[in-house]
């Protein structure tokens, strides 16, 4: 019988994989931190069949408008992510409002990096910001509603509704001649 070294019998922290995909509270499969993450980490790369906007929006017309599961990530005016095509553990990461990681575009491909030191068993979480159109249908927050669950939770995956303009006081013909 030889005896093992400690070496072969334990794992190099950087060869552990960083998280797992299982179901989540938040929505559907989630992905969870199987060890401690720091700060900066790149998580992991957002894959899928690259595609125009016009040939998702042609993939997709027959979806229900109702229905808000998707896997695209727009990566600029010309290129969409359809992770439902190829994709990874990148598309089951959930929306949160209070997130621990964050999209990043660099050289049109798109990246998931950490933005605080996320616990084992964590789920992690980036803030979506689905961009708003000017002909979204009237229930387009409740279609795209969320359910983090955290205390600071906006309720929509879309992004925040800008905020109204403050109306400037007009002068009055009174006081214009002042």
Known sequence: ????SSNESRTPTARR???????S????????ALRRIRKGTRLVEYLGER???????TRYEGKDARDNHTFLFTVD???VIDAGVGGNAARFINHGCDPNCESTTENRRVFIDAIR???PGEELCYDYSIQRDDDDAPDVDEVFACRCGAANCRGS???PKPE?????ARKTKRAARR
Request: no cysteine; glycine share 4%.
């Open 17 to 23: 994989p960083l998280f797992k995909v299982r179901h």
């Open 164 to 168: 109204p303009k403050p109306r400037r």
């Open 157 to 159: 995956m879309l992004e």
């Open 25 to 32: 509270p938040i929505h559907g499969d989630g992905v969870f």
């Open 77 to 79: 005016a010309r290129t």
């Open 1 to 4: 019988m030889s005896k093992k």
């Open 51 to 57: 595609i125009s906007h016009n040939k998702a929006d």
């Open 117 to 119: 030191t996320i616990q």
